[in-house]
């Protein structure tokens, strides 16, 4: 979970039956929010990790990545992301708008996401991409 903010995908994603969670915000309020939030809610053994896509291992390996963040930081760690995905895992992207999805579906192409579908509220879009 990038961007995790209150570490509620991470949360919801544990309690539903996903491991090796991990949750990664570059801001320290965040950070502590989303540690306190994974105890409030009965999740302690989700990983909460301090900093951007630098805080991703070079050993983590994952199923699903979400990133709900600008467009710009969304190209900047796009090839993070791709690198802990393994073939057949899924990218989840949301914090941008509709107009912004042409360039985030060339970069993901570019790091050899094929794109899937997505969805959009009030010209905010989610997209999802899976690994080839």
């Known amino acids: 979970d990038m961007g995790c903010g209150t570490a509620l995908l991470a949360i919801l994603a544990r309690k539903h039956g996903a491991t090796d ?8 309020f965040a950070y502590e929010n ?17 900093g ?20 710009n930081i969304l190209l900047m760690d796009m090839a993070n992301y791709v690198r802990c995905m393994h073939p057949g895992s899924q990218l989840f992207i ?9 360039i985030l579906k060339e970069e993901a192409a ?8 997505y969805a959009e509220d009030n010209r905010w879009a989610m997209m999802r991409f899976v690994k080839g």
């Open 21 to 28: 969670v991990v949750a990664i915000d570059i801001d320290e």
């Open 34 to 50: 989303a540690k306190e939030n994974i105890v409030l809610n009965g999740t302690p053994d989700i990983e909460v990790r301090l």
């Open 110 to 117: 570019r790091h050899g996401l094929k794109y899937i579908d």
């Open 94 to 102: 949301s914090g941008f708008y509709t107009d912004d999805m042409d």
């Open 52 to 71: 951007g896509a630098e805080a991703i291992k070079e050993s983590d390996s994952f199923d699903f990545v979400i990133a709900n963040i600008n467009r």
